[in-house]
């Protein structure tokens, strides 16, 4: 056997090995979910007004997609590799297929509805993106030339116009992050960051002008300024920030925050639970939130580090990033210092599809994080 062969090694059968290598669970990113999970449930049982109902939906959610998960996570990464663009051709198909038969609400038509519950499709995108450009990129030499960088754009801008089409501009948004995270990962020269700066600071007259609706527009207006018009543009900006100031450093207590009991806070379980969980449990609880989501994260890392392929380390890094950006758009909208753009808080909003797609992503990792390691021999 030559120098640069390799084999698999086997560990000892030990605990944690065993539920490692037989399970394919990373038993740290398992445990911090669940924890995540049942804080989300607390906080959505008052955020629901103190109804089941929410509650009762979100746990049912929440077990299909921790089996969701760990079906994923039985699977080889290089399977997900393989089929990355089966997957990400069929969320194309279930893009179309909303623009033409999707149910609407709200003044937006972003559902399928199959009879048992309704799918958001292009939540699925954030994961099928990521996932299809570290398919594409893992298999080329790194930093991507002009031809693979060009490709990769034009996959990641085809999905986004789609959902923004619907329309659904803050999911376009985090798809299109999702999809370009994975290029910065990948090594993207210094020209091609500057130059797509200078792009998209290009674009924003345009966008103003011929893609921003009316009430987009609105929401950027009110950014700047929503003591306004208090009662009307203003008012989620206005008692978001009043719920989160009102809790000062321990809270009002569980189930007794004014501005989400007394229905002042609008979308309180799902885009603006953050503000229900400032309000109540005040900074001692935002951040033990904080530190959860930073464990996470970290944990996202450093499965990208010790990946065995470069696709697993693009895909495990740009998902760590991406979760990190889910979180930065919520609680900045929630706060005030970005547009209000209609981002649940990963793990915590109540929401089906949201949740469900996370758990997918998880378990991606956890299919890279449970590889068995290489090592070089000699014979």
């Not at 959505?44 to 921790?66: E, H, N, P, T, W």
């Not at 900006?237 to 007394?262: D, H, P, R, Y």
């Not at 753009?341 to 915590?348: E, T």
Request: hydrophobic content about 55%; charged content about 15%.
């Amino acid at each position: 056997m030559q120098n640069n062969d390799f084999v698999r090694r086997f560990q000892s059968p030990g605990g944690d090995r065993i539920i490692s290598r037989v399970m394919h669970i990373d038993l740290i990113l398992f445990v911090l979910l669940l924890i995540l999970c049942v804080f989300g449930l607390v906080v959505i049982y008052s955020a629901g007004g103190q109804d089941l109902f929410y509650v009762k939906r979100q746990f049912v959610f929440m077990i299909a997609g921790f089996i969701l998960m760990l079906l994923v996570a039985q699977f080889p990464a290089r399977s997900w590799e393989r089929w990355a663009f089966v997957f990400y051709g069929f969320g194309l198909v279930l893009l179309a297929a909303v623009l033409i038969f999707g149910v609407g609400a709200k003044g937006a038509q972003r559902w399928l509805d199959i009879g048992v519950t309704r799918l958001q499709p292009a939540e699925f995108m954030k994961v099928c993106v990521p996932l299809m450009i570290s398919a594409y990129l893992g298999k080329r030499f790194v930093p991507p030339v002009a031809k693979h960088v060009f490709w990769s754009v034009f996959m990641v801008i085809l999905p986004t116009l789609l959902i923004v089409r619907q329309p659904d501009l803050g999911t376009g948004i985090l798809v299109f992050v999702s999809g370009f995270l994975v290029l910065f990962l990948a090594g993207l020269k210094k020209r091609y960051l500057i130059g797509s700066a200078l792009l998209a600071l290009a674009a924003v007259p345009m966008m103003w002008i011929f893609v921003l609706r009316d009430y987009q527009k609105q929401r950027v207006l009110t950014l700047l300024s929503p003591e306004d018009d208090k009662l009307g543009a203003g008012w989620n900006i206005v008692q978001s920030k009043t719920a989160i100031g009102s809790g000062g450093v321990s809270g009002k207590g569980w189930t007794e925050g004014t501005q989400s009991q007394l229905n002042f806070l609008p979308e309180s379980h799902t885009d603006f639970i953050i503000a229900v969980l400032a309000e109540e449990f005040g900074l001692i609880g935002v951040l033990t939130l904080f530190t959860l989501y930073l464990l996470v994260i970290v944990r996202c890392i450093l499965i990208a580090i010790n990946a065995q392929s470069q696709f697993g380390r693009l895909l495990a890094g740009s998902f760590g990033l991406v979760f990190f950006f889910y979180i930065f758009v919520n609680m900045g909208m929630v706060s005030g210092i970005l547009p209000v753009v209609g981002a649940p808080l990963p793990m915590i909003s109540y929401g089906g599809t949201a949740i469900l797609t996370l758990f997918i992503g998880f378990g991606m990792l956890m299919a890279i994080s449970t590889e068995p390691k290489r090592i070089r021999t000699q014979l």
